[in-house]
């Protein structure tokens, strides 16, 4: 057996029971560390304040995946490590028109991907049931305050890339 490997460790995020399992990707070489618990969306929005979370009513199941490569297949050298947050949504009630607001009952997928770069940068791509898909890119300089320097809003599921420069753009899918 290759990597580490663990089912079902149980612990707690933002008050809410986490399960845990922790598995090697031979084909891509990394370890992938797998959460899943509920999390309501006033919990959120008290961990996340400013992002507009306190639109989400409800309790949804989320699943999050860290992808974490492998020291020895990269040298050594510390490569970049993938976080993804999904859910379906079911349980969680937005409180906005549609298409974007949903009942508690509708399955509606978000999924927001980030990478861990160990430098100034962040980037953040979200995609809303393919019906809004947003890429960030947040710099921090010098320890202070990370801030947008450029970002695309998309709405009707058209493909998603990063700006080149310091700007915002938005489409229609």
């Known amino acids: 057996m290759?990597?580490?490997?663990?089912?079902?460790?149980?612990?707690?995020?933002?008050?809410?029971?986490?399960?845990?399992?922790i598995a090697p990707i031979k084909?891509?070489?990394?370890?992938?560390?797998?959460?899943?618990?509920?999390?309501?969306g006033a919990k959120l929005n008290k961990q996340f304040p400013n992002f507009g979370l306190d639109l989400l009513q409800g309790t949804s199941?989320?699943?999050?995946?860290?992808?974490?490569?492998?020291?020895?297949?990269?040298?050594?050298?510390?490569?970049?490590?993938?976080?993804t947050a999904s859910?379906?949504?079911?349980?969680t009630a937005i409180d906005m028109p549609p298409p974007i607001g949903k009942t508690a009952k509708q399955q509606k997928p978000i999924q927001i991907t980030t990478t861990l770069e160990g430098g100034p940068e962040t980037k953040l791509l979200i995609d809303y049931s393919n019906i809004i898909s947003t890429s960030l890119q947040f710099v921090s300089h010098n320890k202070a305050k990370a801030q947008l320097e450029r970002g695309s809003l998309?709405?009707?599921?058209?493909?998603l890339n990063y700006p080149r420069k310091s700007y915002s753009s938005l489409a229609a899918g």
């Open 2 to 21: 290759d990597g580490v490997r663990a089912k079902g460790i149980k612990s707690s995020m933002l008050g809410e029971d986490i399960k845990l399992d």
């Open 27 to 40: 084909k891509s070489g990394t370890t992938l560390i797998k959460a899943s618990s509920s999390l309501s």
């Open 61 to 83: 199941k989320w699943t999050l995946q860290l992808e974490v490569p492998s020291l020895s297949k990269n040298r050594g050298k510390l490569a970049l490590n993938r976080i």
């Open 87 to 91: 859910s379906d949504l079911v349980g």
């Open 154 to 159: 998309i709405f009707g599921g058209a493909t």
